[in-house]
């Protein structure tokens, strides 16, 4: 199933900048049968385990986590750049290669206790989906699940998250 | 449904600046309840539609728009803002209150002839999805219904799609 996936998922080279292949997702997405099955392989992967809500990290991870929040039958929470949620917010920092970044959270998204499902459609480096399992734990949610489409597993990005059960329906050894 | 959906979705006042009364869905979609019944009011009312494609604007048109991708058992295409997509793109601008801006949507993402559904969270002026209209067009597309979560009626976006199905979960008749 994963040599499927792979050969939906397209290979751009030198994007976003030079010397980088992206993986690019529309392309698996854009297929009803590929979209369908990622969908359905995200779901059999988590449908036993308890999960309250399912959280997902702007843009790309709305789409399947979405999907697979509806599939759980769960409540829907996003996590986004800063400014752009319009209610009160938890925040969190992270560094980048260059600088860094923040993440925030609805205030009262996540109930205390909460079993949390969260997704993204890339692991990199983790430093992104990191922050956000900080901002839900900060928010008293308990994070069950760390859940991605592609897995760049040469950036090592799964040891940040030995604590928690990571699910990617393919990874790449190298560029 | 429309006043179960209504109380659902939060009023923020003065976001994203003073006067501006917010709709904030974040709300609808965190309750499990209210958030299966979105999607299910969503997926009856285009069920019998015959839809190849569902095309989601970025990004908070990502997360129904898949769903109903998903439900519908069709491809699901991005329409996103300049330098997002990797690939090669089709681009369409259109003029905002001040200034303009502009979108775009991967070359080869539609077939020719493809029925298309396109989803947006909210319709105020209308603008937005007018161009992602026009772009779905541009790229041999036929869009056979334009579906929103919210309809900000007062501000007659409605009228830029005359020749089109719309639907909305919820209208505002005034700020």
Chains 1, 2 share one sequence.
Request: charged share 30%; aromatic share 10%.
């Amino acid at each position: 199933m994963e040599n499927y996936f792979k050969k939906m998922i397209r290979n751009v080279p030198d994007f976003p900048k030079k010397g980088i292949m992206f993986r690019d997702i529309t392309t698996l997405i854009e297929d009803k049968e590929s979209f369908r099955k990622s969908a359905d392989a995200l779901y059999e992967f988590s449908k036993k385990m308890k999960i309250d809500k399912v959280v997902g990290i702007d843009s790309r991870g709305f789409i399947f986590g979405g999907i697979l929040a509806n599939k759980l039958d769960t409540g829907f929470v996003l996590i986004r750049k800063p400014g752009k949620l319009p209610a009160e917010t938890l925040s969190q920092s992270y560094m980048l290669e260059y600088g860094e970044d923040t993440l925030e959270i609805h205030k009262n998204s996540i109930n205390p206790g909460d079993k949390v499902l969260l997704h993204d459609d890339l692991l990199a480096t983790g430093g992104t989906a990191r922050a956000a399992c900080d901002l839900i734990e900060k928010a008293g949610g308990i994070v069950v699940q760390v859940s991605f489409i592609i897995e760049l597993t040469f950036l090592g990005g799964k040891n940040k998250f030995k604590d928690y059960i990571v699910n990617s329906l393919v990874s790449y050894d190298s560029e």
